[in-house]
């Protein structure tokens, strides 16, 4: 019997510890697990060095390169994190897309269109803001270029961590001003360049905003407050998805296809135009089929505008890979050839295994760090259905045209996030509207400003938070990217 209590108590006590075991095993998971994707990232980044050490040529910097590498990289990685937000955002919030169909879909085709379209020549100066006459020195410009890389990527690091979706191109522009002014002087700066930069902050967002906008009040006009909806969803939404299909091919032959053939913006308009017609006829059939059985309710006009919206997240993620992808490895592949050749060079070539640093950072930046960013761009800033998320896709792909006919230099990120702006503030405006004048039909009195304010459908502090990224995005990399350049003159002299 004695034999007996002591064997209980003796599992009585290897059952406490047991437990301890299994709460320190859960802790140091919880622990752990924010640790996987930095791991990830770490040993990513590392192999883009090791990549970069056996392969360079011979003759070249090797120390220098890798370096170089270890940076675009990284850079590349939070290009992932961010930019690529602003593609996806709309269809995860409208739930068109689960996010780990969203984040597969956008690895694939950032990929794609990076390494079909990526192009083989990229600008070494970013678009010419530096005069490369005016760093005769190659050793200068490549630690120009290193600070100007290493500055832009801790700014959209600094930017994904707190929740802003900013422009990376805007972050590399103001890394190569800041590193430089301090390499060069002021004078070797195209302040005629930084002013139509400056200008596409206002033009970017009020032109998305505006399109999508107008977009979002045709869909409501002629479908949602229709009395039978699915008649007039069978006859429109054909009309949309075809012009839907058009400008995405001229989008993609303008962003993409340029890069390997010549194509001009009336070829461009042409291909989209036939493509759009093709698509409006064969689409008419086909939504008269999905319509079938539907009720007469707004939900069942989802259901007609979920394909599209997934198509046009998957071309807006190929057209940003082929056109944003240079903004990681651009710099990278200037240092590559200055630390080679021992020159400066208005444009270089882009070696594949460069193109593949971009290609692969940003699918794993998107992997492990996106769903943040997609997160607070579907659903934070306003409430997104498939109607609305269409608008938001669709007038991203029509700004950036615009914008490339009149010679703009816009962003990506500010037009899609001002488009999502766009279709909040027109869904506040059209809300207000109609209560109006349901209270003056009723003879009711007006609402007040306090019940007016609770009612907001767009998160004035996203706009505020982004709205001021936005603005400090260039001087602050600036800053930051001159700062570094004079540490490293420091150590290395």
């Given at each position: 019997?004695?034999?007996?209590?002591?064997?209980?108590?003796?599992?009585?006590?290897?059952?406490?510890?047991?437990?301890?075991?299994?709460?320190?095993?859960?802790?140091?998971?919880?622990?752990?697990?924010?640790?996987?994707?930095?791991?990830?990232?770490?040993?990513?980044?590392?192999?883009?060095?090791?990549?970069?050490?056996?392969?360079?040529?011979?003759?070249?910097?090797?120390?220098?390169?890798?370096?170089?590498?270890?940076?675009?990289?990284?850079?590349?990685?939070?290009?992932?994190?961010?930019?690529?937000?602003?593609?996806?955002?709309?269809?995860?919030?409208?739930?068109?897309?689960?996010?780990?169909?969203?984040?597969?879909?956008?690895?694939?085709?950032?990929?794609?269109?990076?390494?079909?379209?990526?192009?083989?020549?990229?600008?070494?100066?970013?678009?010419?803001?530096?005069?490369?006459?005016?760093?005769?020195?190659?050793?200068?410009?490549?630690?120009?270029?290193?600070?100007?890389?290493?500055?832009?990527?801790?700014?959209?690091?600094?930017?994904?961590?707190?929740?802003?979706?900013?422009?990376?191109?805007?972050?590399?522009?103001?890394?190569?001003?800041?590193?430089?002014?301090?390499?060069?002087?002021?004078?070797?700066?195209?302040?005629?360049?930084?002013?139509?930069?400056?200008?596409?902050?206002?033009?970017?967002?009020?032109?998305?905003?505006?399109?999508?906008?107008?977009?979002?009040?045709?869909?409501?006009?002629?479908?949602?407050?229709?009395?039978?909806?699915?008649?007039?969803?069978?006859?429109?939404?054909?009309?949309?998805?075809?012009?839907?299909?058009?400008?995405?091919?001229?989008?993609?032959?303008?962003?993409?296809?340029?890069?390997?053939?010549?194509?001009?913006?009336?070829?461009?308009?042409?291909?989209?135009?036939?493509?759009?017609?093709?698509?409006?006829?064969?689409?008419?059939?086909?939504?008269?089929?999905?319509?079938?059985?539907?009720e007469n309710r707004n939900k069942s006009l989802k259901v007609l505008f979920g394909i599209p919206l997934v198509i046009s997240a998957?071309?807006?993620?190929?057209?940003?890979?082929?056109?944003?992808?240079?903004?990681?490895?651009?710099?990278?592949?200037?240092?590559?050839?200055?630390?080679?050749?021992?020159?400066?060079?208005?444009?270089?070539?882009?070696?594949?295994?460069?193109?593949?640093?971009?290609?692969?950072?940003?699918?794993?930046?998107?992997?492990?760090?996106?769903?943040?960013?997609?997160?607070?761009?579907?659903?934070?800033?306003?409430?997104?259905?498939?109607?609305?998320?269409?608008?938001?896709?669709?007038?991203?792909?029509?700004?950036?045209?615009?914008?490339?006919?009149?010679?703009?230099?816009?962003?990506?990120?500010?037009?899609?996030?001002?488009?999502?702006?766009?279709?909040?503030?027109?869904?506040?405006?059209?809300?207000?509207?109609?209560?109006?004048?349901?209270?003056?039909?009723?003879n009711r009195p007006r609402v007040g400003p306090e019940e007016r304010s609770r009612r907001k459908l767009v998160r004035r502090a996203?706009?505020?938070?982004?709205?001021?990224?936005?603005v400090i995005t260039v001087p602050a990399t600036a800053i930051l990217s001159a700062l570094v350049f004079l540490i490293v003159r420091?150590?290395?002299?």
């Open positions: 019997m004695a034999r007996t209590d002591l064997e209980a108590r003796h599992l009585e006590t290897l059952d406490r510890d047991l437990g301890r075991f299994s709460k320190l095993e859960l802790a140091t998971g919880y622990v752990a697990r924010p640790l996987v994707g930095p791991g990830i990232a770490f040993v990513f980044i590392a192999l883009a060095g090791l990549t970069a050490a056996l392969l360079l040529d011979q003759g070249g910097n090797t120390l220098i390169v890798v370096c170089a590498a270890v940076f675009g990289a990284y850079m590349a990685l939070n290009i992932g994190a961010n930019d690529v937000a602003n593609n996806m955002g709309p269809a995860v919030g409208a739930n068109a897309l689960t996010m780990s169909g969203a984040i597969v879909i956008a690895a694939v085709f950032e990929s794609a269109g990076a390494l079909l379209a990526g192009g083989d020549v990229v600008s070494t100066i970013s678009s010419g803001i530096v005069a490369p006459e005016s760093m005769t020195n190659s050793s200068v410009f490549i630690w120009a270029m290193m600070a100007a890389l290493l500055a832009s990527a801790l700014w959209v690091n600094l930017a994904t961590w707190i929740g802003a979706p900013v422009s990376t191109t805007h972050a590399v522009v103001g890394g190569v001003i800041g590193s430089g002014i301090v390499a060069a002087g002021v004078g070797a700066i195209n302040w005629q360049t930084m002013g139509a930069i400056a200008a596409s902050w206002v033009i970017s967002p009020v032109m998305g905003g505006v399109c999508a906008a107008g977009f979002l009040w045709f869909i409501k006009a002629r479908i949602i407050h229709r009395p039978d909806k699915i008649a007039a969803a069978r006859v429109w939404v054909p009309v949309l998805v075809g012009i839907m299909a058009g400008t995405f091919a001229a989008y993609l032959a303008l962003k993409g296809l340029n890069r390997v053939l010549d194509i001009s913006l009336g070829m461009a308009l042409t291909i989209g135009a036939a493509l759009g017609l093709a698509i409006w006829l064969v689409m008419i059939p086909v939504i008269r089929r999905q319509s079938r059985g539907l998957a071309l807006l993620s190929f057209a940003h890979g082929a056109n944003d992808v240079a903004n990681a490895v651009g710099p990278l592949a200037a240092i590559v050839h200055a630390s080679q050749s021992g020159a400066v060079s208005e444009s270089v070539g882009l070696p594949l295994w460069v193109m593949m640093i971009g290609a692969l950072g940003i699918s794993f930046g998107l992997f492990l760090f996106g769903p943040k960013l997609i997160r607070m761009v579907g659903s934070q800033i306003t409430k997104l259905n498939p109607m609305r998320a269409y608008c938001v896709a669709l007038s991203a792909a029509i700004t950036v045209i615009l914008a490339s006919w009149l010679g703009l230099p816009v962003s990506s990120t500010h037009i899609a996030v001002g488009a999502i702006f766009g279709v909040g503030f027109f869904r506040e405006w059209d809300a207000e509207r109609r209560l109006k004048l349901a209270h003056e039909e009723l996203h706009v505020l938070t982004i709205a001021a990224a936005w420091l150590l290395a002299a």
